[in-house]
């Protein structure tokens, strides 16, 4: 019976991990349209509950413009998904082509238009420059989801408006 009862805890732990393991190196493309981590019984936590910041050091920017944004946290987070987003209608929008160590770009629509974490290293302060479109698109703003371990996180951190 103690053999029967190990065994179903090994599975169950190597269930856990290999579910877990699959995200440590970066969010997958089902994350892409509502920056939900796809984790095993994953827990959302209240967005005034959480300890990020999201800033940009511009209120406003112009088609082709490079903008540095900057991800603060007080405590650390493994795991991320950052997108910039039209207020207009919620679409991902522009490219990130700078982005720190331990992370990835990802392509949810087009290439660069998302960055995920690489590694399951613990985070805390990020640095990324993204570039609008050549086109104009109208005000945005960026939004990141953070995984602080594989059963907590927050979704759609918002910054502050960027008006075009």
């Keep these: ?5 190990l065994a179903g805890w090994a ?7 290999s579910c877990a393991a699959a995200y440590s190196h970066g969010a997958s493309l089902s994350a892409c349209s509502d920056m939900m981590p ?3 019984r994953v827990q959302l936590h209240s967005l005034s509950s959480n300890y990020v910041t999201l800033h940009t050091n511009v209120s406003s920017y112009f088609p082709g413009d490079k903008v540095p944004v900057t991800v603060r946290s007080t405590m650390d987070f493994m795991g991320f998904l950052l997108q910039a ?5 919620d679409e991902i929008a522009g490219t990130f082509i700078f982005i720190p160590p331990g992370s990835k ?3 949810c629509f087009e290439d660069g238009d998302t960055v995920t974490h690489s590694d399951k290293s613990l985070k805390r302060n990020l640095s990324f420059v993204w ?3 050549d086109q104009p698109i109208g005000d945005i703003k960026f939004f990141i989801s953070v995984v602080q371990s ?6 759609k951190i918002e910054s502050a408006l960027v008006a075009q």
């Excluded at 019976?1 to 009862?5: K, P």
């Excluded at 599975?11 to 991990?17: D, G, I, K, S």
């Design 105 to 107: 770009l990802l392509t």
């Design 38 to 40: 796809r984790h095993l």
């Design 85 to 89: 987003r039209t207020v207009s209608n």
């Design 1 to 5: 019976r103690a053999h029967v009862a």
């Design 150 to 155: 594989y059963f907590v996180y927050w979704a």
């Design 11 to 17: 599975c169950t732990a190597l269930c856990l991990v």
């Design 131 to 133: 570039k609008a479109p």
